[in-house]
């Protein structure tokens, strides 16, 4: 009130026009309630707290036109200047037009355009020489790249990786349908070979469809951050923002949340959550409907019936927000000209999620953390000591030693591989080319595991094999007559039917997107043809089989779409890139006698170290253990030559024991296996110790600080 009147006394005083306005924090009056029960989660308090933070009643809701005239009744001017100012607001966001940077030329270039065509015939010298046929795919994907508007895109991927590269900071091989470009791969974008793997472009760019493309990017997981302050050095800080991300109210957080600021009891709330369904993002709505214990304590009991509604009513309402992990937009105007800004944790993000920043037209990009590609890198520094040359882009891919390795189920810490689901499959495929490994990848997933056991026999025994049509035996034999990939799909369509690679990416599309209604007539099409879109059809062009065909291909699509997400030849060529980098390095490390990784060893959870135990267990090795003096029970463990290094406590080892033992001396007697469980049961307990080259530990107190170093027995080398 004292507001009101000083704002008047200054109007009459100024005849500075008034206008009405009223705080709005909900849309409807009785959400007032729920609004109230979100400032309680926020501020950790329950509805009866005497002194809380509140709203003073529940008029803090969005008032219509006549209810504001009737508050505003004495000052009718002031209804009408407020929407005067609403009027003078004329701004519209612009959807399906794309605000791409422009690439900064350097020195002495002058044109765009030129200068990609110029970048790509340099990279197609050094990757392909003298192979015209691929050329005319290059100048056919230039051609697209262009048409679509899409080279300063180009450019600026090929840009940051170059300088990533240029910096030794490891790049992954690729990731996504970008692998499918021969642009990509003589830009180094990507390092796989889409030739060699008949990866197709319109899987990234298709003419039938044009959307933004996306190219996602791994770097090394501690230097990831040193590309994205490249991009802000080069487009400048006001360019270049990375994206917001919210953290939602899932069901079961949400009637818990709610249970304690109405201060139900814990063991009411918890019976409340637990009868919910754990479906991934199943919705309290859903939940009523599928689970009778949750619709008795609902139909029951008054209190609960409150809290569901409640917590019904918050569900999916942003609980916090956060930095997306890879998401980076580079605008050419500054960023806020197209979006409002924030900061989040000292970044500058958009306050917008991904998506919607997609639908605006804005560049986004994922520059992505992989702790493998650390691991990696950290290998192959040590082998460089003894092996200078050695290059990890020059590793091989039809090594018969790693494949040795695989098929004899050593897959620990192999990249994708180290399942205990896949290592068996391995066993029994006995990979003989990364082609397997690929398919391997590619199955082992809900729906498309029900092949496996075809895919292993056909590989045994390829006399097993058949195929509907001839056509089909270059498409299918790389994976012994199986239908695993949509460029397979995309294929069988092109040969069989006489679809353009558009058009035949548009069916993979539908398929994958399982839109019934264009499925039906693209059977249609694919069997009787469609003149209209210059499709002759597989009667039309002599293929008697075609219905058993198209009946196979439809078997191989349900069982490869049993999760709503079928798998691509291009991705899984690039994942397992970095699996056979895995793959190679821990052979060579064993053939080299390298120490093992500091990096991967940092990174090992509970599970995976059983399983490096266990594993070296039944090579021979033993556990030895090292006494020293620490406020945990234990160390992490190492491992060093042929034994197993475990460092504990004193105190532990005398009441596990029933011996006294001098600090930092190593116990070499048989370790009884009770106490080899335990230890393995409480790995998270354990606190960081470190060695350098087998000669050292550093030992570290309660809160990680560093006390001393002590010397540790010398062994030699751990053999992987």
């Known amino acids: 009130a004292r507001v009101r009147a ?27 309630y729920d609004q109230d029960v979100l400032l309680c989660i926020q501020t950790g308090q329950t509805l009866d707290s005497p002194d809380r ?18 508050l505003f009744d004495e000052y009718p001017d002031a209804v009408e200047n407020t929407q005067r100012i609403a009027d003078r607001c004329r701004f519209d966001f612009t959807f399906g037009h794309y605000h791409l940077p422009r690439f900064l030329l350097p020195e002495g270039e002058t044109d765009s355009d030129a200068y990609l065509t110029k970048l790509c015939a340099r990279g197609f010298e050094k990757r392909y020489g003298d192979r015209p046929e691929v050329h005319g795919r290059m100048e056919y994907e230039l051609d697209m790249i262009r048409r679509m508007g899409f080279v300063d895109y180009f450019l600026i991927v090929s840009d940051f990786i170059g300088y990533a590269k240029r910096q030794r900071i490891p790049v992954g091989p690729g990731r996504g349908s970008a692998a499918g470009s021969v642009v990509s791969y003589c830009l180094g974008i990507t390092d796989v070979d889409p030739v060699q793997y008949n990866l197709y472009f319109e899987r990234f760019l298709n003419p039938e469809r044009v959307s933004m493309p996306d190219i996602d990017v791994d770097f090394c997981v501690q230097r ?16 270049v923002a990375q994206i917001v991300t919210f953290g939602t109210m899932a069901a079961r957080a949400a009637v818990r949340d709610v249970g304690r600021v109405m201060n139900l009891t814990y063991a009411e709330t918890d019976a409340v959550a637990k009868a919910i369904p754990g479906g991934i993002n199943t919705t309290l709505d859903e939940a009523l409907q599928q689970s ?23 569900e999916g309402m942003p609980r916090h927000a956060s930095t997306h992990a890879a998401g980076v937009v580079i605008t050419e105007q500054p960023v806020y000209a197209y979006v409002p800004l924030a900061s989040n944790d000292g970044a500058l993000v958009c306050q917008y999620q991904m998506t919607t920043l997609e639908e605006l037209g804005l560049l986004k990009m994922d520059f992505l953390g992989l702790r493998n590609l650390t691991v990696l890198e950290d290998a192959a ?23 040795d390795m695989l098929a004899a189920g050593r897959t620990v810490g192999v990249f994708q591989l180290e399942s205990a689901g896949i290592t068996s499959v391995c066993i029994g495929l006995r990979p003989r080319s990364i082609e397997d490994i690929t398919a391997v990848i590619a ?18 025994h390829p006399e097993r094999i058949t195929y509907q049509h001839p056509l089909l035996e270059p498409i299918l034999a790389v994976t012994y007559g199986c ?31 399982k839109k019934l209604g264009d499925i039906q007539r693209e059977r249609e099409a694919f069997l009787h043809g469609d003149p209209e879109r210059s499709i002759a059809g ?42 056979r980098l895995d793959d190679y390095m821990k052979a060579l490390v064993a053939e080299r006698e390298v120490p093992i990784s500091q990096e991967y060893l940092d990174c090992c959870g509970e599970a995976l170290f059983k399983k490096v135990y266990k594993l070296y267990k039944q090579r021979g090795y033993r556990l030895k253990l090292l006494v020293a003096n620490n406020n945990s029970h234990f160390l992490w463990s190492r491992f060093l030559g042929g034994d197993i290094l475990m460092t504990i406590n004193p105190l532990w080892w005398r009441r596990m024991n029933g011996a006294r033992l001098p600090i930092h001396e190593t116990i070499n007697e048989e370790v009884p296996q009770y106490i080899v469980d335990e230890l393995l049961d409480k790995l998270p307990e354990y606190r960081a110790v470190y060695f350098e080259d087998g000669l050292q530990v550093s030992e570290f107190n309660q809160y990680g600080a560093f006390k001393r170093t002590m010397n540790a027995v010398s062994y030699t080398h751990l053999t992987l």
Do not use: W
Request: charged content about 30%; hydrophobic content about 40%.
């Open 381 to 403: 520094r040590r082998v460089r000591r003894r092996v200078p040359e050695f290059q990890v882009e020059r590793i091989p891919l039809d090594d018969k030693k790693t494949f």
């Open 224 to 239: 990831r951050g040193e590309v994205i302050d490249y991009v802000i050095r080069k487009y400048g800080a006001d360019h």
């Open 483 to 513: 239908i695993v990939y949509q460029e397979q799909v995309i294929e069988i369509f092109r040969r069989l039917a006489g679809y353009s690679l558009g058009q035949a990416d548009m069916v993979r599309r539908a398929m994958s997107k």
């Open 443 to 460: 199955l082992y997933r809900p729906g498309p595991m029900e092949s496996i056991p075809r895919f292993l026999a056909c590989s045994a």
């Open 6 to 32: 000083a704002l008047l006394r200054i109007h009459r005083e100024t005849g500075i026009p008034l206008a009405a306005t009223n705080d709005v924090h909900y849309i409807k009056k009785q959400d007032a």
């Open 292 to 314: 009778k214990p949750l619709r008795a304590m609902y139909d029951g009991d008054e209190r609960l019936h409150r809290l569901i509604d409640t917590a019904r009513a918050i």
């Open 53 to 70: 933070l509140r709203f003073p009643n529940d008029e803090f809701y969005l008032k219509s036109e006549a209810e504001m005239r009737a």
């Open 538 to 579: 597989c009667t039309a062009n002599g293929i008697p089989q075609a219905v058993a065909v198209a009946e196979a291909v439809e078997r191989g699509l349900k069982r490869r779409e049993a999760e709503g997400k079928p798998i691509d030849n291009v991705h899984c060529s690039c994942t397992i890139m970095t699996g």
